[in-house]
């Protein structure tokens, strides 16, 4: 007689912590859930007490778990992590038998006993979609990714997120040991992994989803590419736990609206200290107003600073001058930086100001700290003569200051 907890823990399963739809590998069609339930609840029903003793491994563990294990272990699927090509991806209405890359993935991922695979190319529709399959789909595609027997690789989500992973290459090859099962479990692999990607060997093994440590998470995804603009925020939304909106046409403000979010969950100021080319949408006290972020911070003014020789930039329109801070407060030192302006609009201005972002709190609200010795993030402003407020300009890279002594001072409540 079947279990009845083992069955309510299957259908969860199904429904919360697997893809809404599979390729099923014996038949090289896309099916929905309705038909995985049906192929494997026979086996669901065989599940015994026996089992779950067996599978029991250590004192205490919890029953629920234990089933959960199970089920995994019965529900086998291969995740495929790869870049589309320009052209020629399968979609949910094409056929998946006539394209080389998908037939070879099912095929591995049926050496690996799974019964069924996922791609995101040709399981989620993406014509016209309706905004709550994607909605639905992009925060949890990470659980989907740990939940999967095998992954064969490779972008970031996809890199950090299952437990076993597989390294191939254009031929179908492992490009790694040809004989382990998870590339995941070699030293020698992690390393060099960690080396390429900048990513802790500790976290490529066994990340967890959340939004700690969120400007070193950032980093690592700042090197990664991505064919649609938008998906550069959006693959990031499982990675940190956190959920908005999906909306595609909207350009580089899917970051901002990104920030916006994390600002608020992970109270990490310094995600805020950002350098390069601006987006159309700039990344508490902090407020959009008319699409530009109200923010508190320190202002350090530099009332001798001087330009310095332009110099190369690798963005065309843009170009870039050394910044010489001869009026820095006495004791204080940042980092050589350069400024970037446009071409069309160069723009030099008559005062220059360090606005401190991960200023240390003081007993009086309206006050904030820059602690002697400790290296703070900063953003770079700029205004004229004819000018009340102060514009934000771009920078090569992070500005940082450091003092020898402490600054207390009143905060500026300044609109980027």
């Given at each position: ?13 199904l429904r919360e912590s697997i893809p809404h739809r599979l390729i ?393």
């Amino acid at each position: 007689m079947a279990i009845e907890e083992v069955c309510r823990i299957f259908q969860e399963h199904l429904r919360e912590s697997i893809p809404h739809r599979l390729i099923a590998i014996s038949k090289m069609e896309v099916v929905e859930q309705q038909w995985v339930e049906e192929l494997y609840m026979p086996s669901i029903k065989a599940v015994t007490e026996r089992d779950i003793e067996q599978h029991t491994f250590y004192p205490n563990q919890r029953r629920d778990e234990v089933i959960r294990n199970i089920v995994k272990g019965i529900v086998k699927y291969a995740v495929l992590s790869h870049r589309w090509c320009r052209e020629g991806e399968v979609t949910l209405s094409g056929s998946l038998s006539s394209r080389h890359k998908l037939a070879n993935f099912c095929q591995r991922a049926a050496e690996y006993g799974c019964g069924f695979a996922w791609a995101d190319t040709c399981c989620i529709d993406r014509s016209n979609p309706p905004p709550e399959e994607l909605d639905k789909a992009i925060p949890r595609m990470f659980r989907w990714y740990r939940n999967a027997h095998v992954c064969i690789i490779w972008t970031l989500q996809e890199l950090l997120a299952p437990v076993r992973v597989k390294f191939y290459g254009r031929t179908w090859s492992p490009i790694h040991n040809i004989r382990a099962d998870n590339d995941k479990a070699d030293q020698r692999l992690l390393a060099a992994l960690s080396t390429g990607t900048g990513i802790p060997v500790q976290d490529i093994r066994c990340y967890w989803a959340g939004t700690e440590r969120v400007r070193e998470k950032l980093m690592w995804a700042s090197r990664r590419t991505s064919r649609q603009v938008e998906d550069g925020a959006y693959s990031l939304l499982a990675l940190l736990d956190v959920h908005m909106h999906v909306e595609y046409g909207i350009g580089d403000e899917a970051f901002g609206r990104l920030m916006e979010v994390l600002l608020a969950r992970s109270q990490e100021c310094d995600i805020l200290a950002w350098a390069g080319i601006a987006s159309t949408k700039y990344d508490q006290d902090m407020i959009i107003i008319d699409r530009r972020l109200r923010v508190k911070l320190l202002m350090v003014e530099l009332h001798g600073a001087t330009f310095g020789d332009e110099i190369p930039f690798l963005q065309d329109g843009y170009h870039a001058c050394t910044l010489l801070p001869k009026g820095l407060p006495s004791k204080v030192t940042i980092n050589h930086v350069s400024i970037v302006s446009s071409n069309n609009t160069p723009w030099r201005p008559s005062k220059l100001a360090l606005g401190v972002v991960d200023y240390g709190w003081t007993s009086d609200d309206e006050k904030g700290l820059v602690e002697k010795g400790r290296t703070h993030f900063c953003l770079l402003f700029g205004a004229d003569d004819t000018q009340t407020s102060w514009k934000k300009l771009m920078t090569d890279k992070v500005v940082t200051i450091k003092t020898e002594d402490s600054i207390r001072q009143r905060l500026e409540t300044i609109l980027i």
